[in-house]
Each structure stands twice: as structure tokens, then as C-alpha cells.
């Protein structure tokens, strides 16, 4: 399938500096402490665990406190359609906004499907927003992605969960769908990850063009990331021309540790992909 091929990544300082100003200034509900993010759009909630990256799922977590049932996936009765009121208030500024899809579940959830349909159509309708769907089941986005799709919608980034080798073939399933921008968020990182090999396979050549890297935040269970393993990842990403963007660095959930001023200096790198001007509609 035809792949986007990006120029070299760009120092988030270079781009889109009014953009990014304005993030803090966002007066509307739904705003995130998430850093490569401005808003979270949850059209449905509640998932099932499928690898060891969701072991402490702070869905899950949160979800238990509300006394909900995590597992049961539905439907929200209130946020559903947020994105066509965020539309009608952006695009007469002439705003974007960076839209993390699904915080609270998986956008390919199976139970998810009968309103995909119609989220997709909402997607559609809001070219003032970049929607980036992250999942853990990408075995089921050929399957499940909109008749007009085409070489991807010009305002979806489409992105995996990829915590360890062991469920690097997300990777390679990801880099076979056709999509603007494609991401993969190595968080939480709970082991050395070595994407080096696809990033340089031929057959995947600039297939991949941002890199989430995080380390796991939450109680005392929560697992180290070694500062060296994401050090190792943001050489691979140099050599193959992939944006890496350090998250946070993982611990304590209110010292999570996502203020890079802390960090050491080699860490201190947030990037975003090329292809982000593409990706909007003006
Ligand atoms: S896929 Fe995401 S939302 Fe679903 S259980 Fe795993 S971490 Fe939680």
C-alpha cells in the first residue's frame, strides 16, 4: 500500500507556535494534562485488557473508584458529539486542535462497533480537529476504517500501543495501513524496545513518522523505565528520520515526572511529526 513519506521531523518549537499557545488558554471541558495533546474525546468508555501494557490501566483504575464495571463498554449519553460543538467554535478563529481519541477505551473495540460508523462521520465533519486514535488492536483497523478512506483522512493520525518486543508486530501491522501520520506510543515503556529493524526494513521505509515515549506512572506497582532504554530509542528514531517525543519519564502519579526541565539534558526532546501540516484541512 502507498505509505506517506515525510521530510525529517520538527522541533515542536518551530511549528505551529499560535497553536500551541493557545492550549492553555482552552476554556472548554475536556482538557488534558496529556502533553502531546490539547483535548480527549471519549465517545464510548470501559475496554478489556490485552497485553501487559495495560496492566494498571488508569481507566480501569478510575473507573473502579466511580464504581463502574471497566469492562462494560457503552456509549456516552453526553460527550458523543463534543467535536461538532468544538468545530462550530474553531473554525471561525481558524484554530486546530489535537484531539486524543479514546482515553477511556479502544476505538477498535469490537463492542465499539456498532458506533464506529457514525464517529467516523463526525470526524469527517470537524476538519479543524486532528483525531489521534490509539490502539492496541490494530489487527482490526483494515476491517474497520470508513468506505472513503482512501489513502487516510487528511485530519486522523493513526497510532499503537507498543510496550515491549513482545508486541512489536503492532508496529508492523500499522505501518501496512494507508494514514496521514502514522505513531507509535512506547508507554509505558516496561522493557528495552528495539523498532530499529522495522524502522529500517524497506518494506516499512518512513512508514512511521512519531514516537510517544513514557514511563509508567501510578503506585508502588508501577514499572521502572530505565532512562538508557529511552535514550536507545531516540538514537533509533535519529537514524531512521521518526519525531520521538518524550512524554514523561514515569513515577508517583503527582510526580510522574513530566517536567523535561528535571530531566537530563539528552532526554529533554519533544518533537512532532512533518507531516502535521498536512494533516489539517485549512
Ligand atoms: S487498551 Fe488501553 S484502555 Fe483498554 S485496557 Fe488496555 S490500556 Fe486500558
Not at 493557545?22 to 468508555?45: F, G, L, Q
Amino acid at each position: 500500500m502507498a505509505r506517506l513519506t515525510t521530510a525529517p521531523s520538527v522541533p515542536a518549537a518551530a511549528w505551529g507556535a499560535e497553536w500551541h499557545e493557545n492550549r492553555h488558554e482552552e476554556p472548554m471541558s475536556d482538557r488534558t494534562a496529556i502533553e502531546w495533546t490539547d483535548k480527549t474525546w471519549n465517545p464510548w468508555h470501559g475496554c478489556t485488557k490485552v497485553s501487559a501494557g495495560c496492566d494498571h490501566c488508569y481507566m480501569f483504575r478510575e473507573k473502579r473508584m466511580y464504581g463502574q464495571d471497566p469492562e462494560v463498554v457503552a456509549r456516552s449519553k453526553t460527550k458523543f458529539r463534543d467535536p461538532l460543538k468544538w468545530e462550530a467554535e474553531l473554525a471561525p478563529l481558524g484554530q486546530r486542535k489535537l484531539v486524543f481519541t479514546c482515553s477511556w477505551s479502544d476505538w477498535f473495540h469490537k463492542d465499539a462497533d456498532p458506533w464506529r460508523d457514525e464517529a467516523w462521520a463526525i470526524i469527517n465533519q470537524t476538519p479543524h480537529l486532528t483525531y489521534q486514535i490509539l490502539t492496541k488492536r490494530p489487527g482490526r483497523i483494515a476491517r474497520h476504517l470508513p468506505a472513503d478512506w482512501g489513502e487516510g483522512y487528511q485530519n486522523v493520525w493513526l497510532g499503537v500501543s507498543c510496550e515491549s518486543d513482545d508486541v512489536r508486530h503492532r508496529v508492523t501491522q500499522l505501518a501496512d495501513i494507508p494514514a496521514r501520520v502514522r505513531f507509535v506510543s512506547a508507554e509505558p515503556l516496561i522493557a528495552p524496545l528495539m523498532l530499529a529493524g522495522i524502522f529500517g526494513d524497506l518494506q516499512y521505509h518512513r512508514a512511521i513518522h512519531w514516537l510517544i515515549i513514557g514511563g509508567e506512572s501510578g503506585g508502588p506497582e508501577r514499572r521502572e523505565m530505565k532512562l538508557n532504554w529511552a535514550r536507545d530509542l531516540i538514537n533509533q528514531c535519529r537514524d531512521f528520520d521518526v519525531a520521538p517525543f518524550v512524554k514523561q519519564l514515569g513515577g508517583p502519579i503527582n510526580a510522574k515526572r513530566g517536567d523535561p526541565a528535571e530531566w537530563p539534558e539528552d532526554l529533554r526532546v519533544r518533537e512532532w511529526p512533518a507531516g502535521y501540516e498536512v494533516s489539517h484541512v485549512a
